[in-house]
């Protein structure tokens, strides 16, 4: 199974190839400025930049090139207009499969993230259900097995922390096991493990700087650290 998610964007503005008046400059800076008044109502009211989540099925036998040349086959996971789904992460355990999401409600006071997760029926992804909500931003669920154990790092980067959730009972209810990183603003945690070591790959945002232009690698020998 493939899984897709996206939601629509502005264009961004051209670069000049030669040099601009400064007349020029002030009218692309008020255009500019309007735009981005324009687009934030936009957004706040008509939410045109809904992420989705959606999924297809690959039919044993097609290639990925017959696919790609015909009709999207993808279905979009419904979730009633009241909210989106992001960061989609599947998992399956004991023939099990399930998609972990962010989901953010629009009408909720507090405009933070939750993990949810839905199941997998055979024909599409049924049953959503909370299984982390805290006082702070969540998303990215990054779920993975260890040491016999399940576990889940979601961001937590509005906490300043990076913290490993363990499945008391999959694959809804959780508990906080260890925090990996403390006073760190670290962005889509992601673990690999190799040649004997554990690696966490994570944006890094320092004050006032964005979220996306740093990734930092972080190494350790159990992937409960010390990092």
Known sequence: DHLLYGRSLAQPLPVPSTPVPASSLLFALGRLYVNRVSDMVRRRFLRDDHWYVAFWQMTPGIKTATLAAAEPPYQVVPTGGDRFYADPFLFEHRGQLVLFVEEYRYADPNKKGII????????????????????????????????????????????????????????????????????????????????????????????????????????????????
């Open 116 to 227: 949810s997760c839905l199941q997998w029926d055979g024909k599409a992804f049924t049953n959503p259900r909370v299984v982390l909500d805290l006082p702070y931003h969540l998303s990215y669920p990054f779920v993975f097995e260890a040491d016999g154990e399940i576990y889940m790092i979601p961001e937590t980067s509005q906490n300043r922390t990076v913290e490993l959730y363990r499945a008391t009972q999959f694959p809804d209810h959780w508990e906080l096991d260890a925090v990996l990183l403390d006073n760190l603003c670290a962005v889509d945690a992601t673990l690999h493990f190799h040649e004997g070591r554990w690696w966490m790959f994570a944006n890094i945002a320092e004050y006032g700087a964005s979220s996306w232009d740093e990734l930092a690698i972080f190494y350790a020998d159990h992937f409960k650290g010390p990092w």
